[in-house]
């Protein structure tokens, strides 16, 4: 009876809050969850009393066929929880909620500290019956084994991770997934389709679902396994797509009854949901169910409080993606738009609005950029699992896309410079250099305007249009000159670093949108002798910053403000404003 008299009936139980938190939240975000542990866990297991509650509701809301929302969660605990707590709760933990890959290991714990609450509690119930003599050894004995006897069993914890030994036998070598689309996408994987809007890529993704459907080639070029389709489509009405898919088999020369129950369509225009919402619904789909899903658009099923510029929150929504892939063991199409501005000059990985991780996530990554001849663009692609893609031209005639073997691939349509600055000639290759530098600045200060706070690379990356290599240059002759400075601040949870322009750069705009009379009130900066001030009076707002050199009273004999075509082409790069 030592150990049982050595117990510290004092020491507070073990609790799981944390994890009793994250399971709550992931239900409420993703109520496919509740499956993975609606039968395993009670509301008695959890050790807090609140969570308890808050999950023993849920599970009724589940098993009585109503969704599993926060409204609808209220409304079942009104009266047993106040709003105000319920909601305190659950903001304090929205951000930690559980995944598939972890809410099993979560469950084993909460079920472990339970057996071992239970265990503390029977034991100290023993030890104070033993103490005052209130019982005999034989009902002690029968207590603990009733105890015992209730304790559900965990299991032993082992490692969810399924590591395989390579090389053993042939047999153990997995084989290659087979293509869906050959060289471009395998059962099971996920590709993006990128273009500007309205640009034709839902037109275009119509085409591969008709070529799916039917197990014809695309293009005539790329052979097509044939499979079941679902669209799933948040732009059209139904009638809208009815329509077009109808002109596009048409013109495609596919009769309806080739296609007939071979595609699915979920139209989500006016009764949106967001990813995480759609793929809990996905999970309950049989496995083989669809070859094929399409999710036009991706922008459409950002959940709320998503930031598409976030590298963590878009790879965490492709997470999510190869998840149901896996679960309905099928392939995923992605459309989604490119950046404003010109794309000739980015890599492939580079072209889509938001977070670089959209291209490394997906397997094949599918761009459509425009082509020097009019209706006309050129297809790439970056693939992971196949032989490199050779790009080719497709022409636009209305309403599908066809093979333009005649045009090259490699006549992108370039972004034409907005003007020629005075005294640079376009056909001399130095020039052009300059002006293309003059012209990625311009764009790049324009970004900085759109942003006088200061905002994160990504966000004035996409805001120009600059790759991510030309911004790093652009940008960091900026920062060197002293037009733009790095702010360390915090975002939320995270730290972060913010671009903002300096008051050297905020000065260096005066000018930029005006007139040469708008300018006459100015007084332009001297950095030496040989660069004397101009005529006029110093801003109030600049008092401080300018040279002693100018005072307004000594400036009478000096020539006229120059015009402000007389300033261009003019290099101030090595200008030093301040001392």
Known sequence: MN???????SKAPPRTIEEEQS???????????????????????????????????LRELHRAGKPLTIPHLTEAIRGEIDDETLGRELSECWEYAATFLNIKPFVADIIDKANQRT????????????????????????????????????????????????????????????????????????????????????????????CVATGRPILGRYRTRQGKVLMIDNELHEGTFDDRLLRVAMAMGIERSEYAGKIVNLCLRGSLVDLPALSAELMLVEPESFDLIILDAFYRLLPKGCDENSNGDVAALYNTIDCVAMKINCSFICVHHSSKGNQA???????????????????????????E????????????????????????????????????????????????????????????????????????????????????????????????????????????NGTVEPIETKKGRQNVVLYKLTEVGQVGQVGRNTTPSDLSGYTSVSQS??????????????????????????????PPAPSWDDLQGVDFSDLEFLE
């Open 3 to 9: 150990a049982i008299a050595e117990i510290q009936v």
């Open 23 to 57: 399971i709550i939240v992931a239900i409420l975000r993703d109520p496919g969850m509740i499956a993975e542990v609606g039968d395993r866990l009670a509301p008695t297991d959890f050790s807090s009393h609140d969570f308890g509650l808050i999950f023993g509701r």
């Open 119 to 210: 265990l503390l509690y029977a034991f100290s119930e023993v030890d104070r019956v033993i103490r005052h003599n209130q019982s005999t050894t034989s009902d002690v004995v029968a207590r603990i084994t009733n105890v015992l006897q209730s304790l559900k069993d965990v299991g032993p914890r082992k490692s969810r991770l399924n590591f395989r030994v390579i090389g053993e036998t042939e047999e153990q070598t997995s084989q290659m997934r087979r293509y869906l689309i050959e060289g471009w996408l395998r059962i099971g994987e996920t590709m993006n389709v990128i273009a500007a809007s309205k640009f034709g890529k839902s037109w275009f993704v119509m085409m591969l679902a008709l």
């Open 345 to 371: 000059g980015k890599s492939i990985t580079d072209v889509g609005a938001g977070a670089g991780s959209q291209s490394r996530a997906a397997d094949t990554h599918l761009i459509l950029r425009s082509h």
């Open 373 to 480: 001849a009019e209706g006309a663009v050129v297809v790439d692609a970056a693939v992971r699992s196949s032989p490199p893609v050779k790009p080719f031209v497709m022409r636009w005639e209305f309403p599908v896309w066809v093979l333009a073997e005649d045009l090259n691939p490699g006549d992108l349509k370039q972004e034409k410079p907005r003007r020629a600055p005075k005294g640079i000639d376009m056909d001399a290759p130095e020039d052009r250099r300059q002006a293309k530098d003059r012209e990625d600045q311009e764009r790049l200060m324009d970004a900085y305007r759109k942003y006088p706070e200061g905002e994160t690379q990504s966000i004035l990356r996409a805001a120009c249009g600059l790759s991510g290599d030309r911004f790093k240059v652009v940008n960091g002759k900026f920062i060197q």
């Open 529 to 558: 002798d040989k660069s004397p001030p101009y005529r006029g009076d110093c801003p109030s707002d600049l008092n401080g910053l300018l040279d002693e050199k100018c005072n307004p009273e000594n400036l009478s004999d000096l």
